[in-house]
């Protein structure tokens, strides 16, 4: 997640969207350090909206939130840059019983289609709630660059990239609008 952040302060952004936020931090890290920038996150769990908007008002940082499914409470709003961090994990990873992740919510952490239905509807639906030239980054599993890659390139992003981890591992795939 802190690969993720770095990339997007690399990038010009006066808006930004966060897709599952969990307990914000992705977006506050963002408003934090992009003050005047709009920021805007979803999440489909009550509980988790709770618990960011008590860390956005600890921190004093300004931040809409709302309960949503991915785009839905979004709207035909536009943003120059959206970010994930979905669920990428197959139902059936031995992953899950490792680094403390049974105790995480399901919810957050897998996904159907081997891990790739978030990512999915995130990178196909992007487009529609981008600004021309604007830049989705989603994070994912070690071994799913090349495929999130495709379905960016299918949803026509151009200057796709992936973005390593501290541990040299590709974690993030970042790409451009038109």
Request: glycine share 8%.
């Amino acid at each position: 997640t802190e690969v993720l952040v770095e990339a997007a302060l690399k990038l010009p952004f006066d808006s930004v969207l966060d897709l599952g936020t969990g307990s914000g931090a992705i977006i506050l890290a963002l408003k934090a350090e992009r003050p005047q920038a709009t920021a805007v996150a979803v999440d489909f769990s009550p509980a988790a909206l709770a618990v960011a908007q008590e860390n956005a008002q600890r921190h004093h940082l300004a931040v809409k939130f709302m309960l949503s499914s991915w785009y839905e409470a979004v709207g035909e709003q536009r943003f120059d840059l959206i970010v994930s961090n979905p669920p990428y994990i197959a139902p059936h990873d031995e992953h899950l019983t490792q680094n403390g992740l049974n105790f995480e919510p399901q919810t957050a952490l897998v996904a159907d289609d081997e891990g790739y239905a978030d990512l999915t509807k995130i990178i196909a639906s992007a487009p529609a709630h981008l600004n021309p030239g604007g830049h989705l980054i989603v994070e994912h599993g070690n071994t799913q660059h090349e495929k999130t890659a495709q379905l960016m390139q299918s949803a026509g992003f151009t200057a796709i990239v992936g973005i390593k981890d501290y541990a040299g591992w590709v974690r993030c795939t970042q790409g451009k609008l038109p």
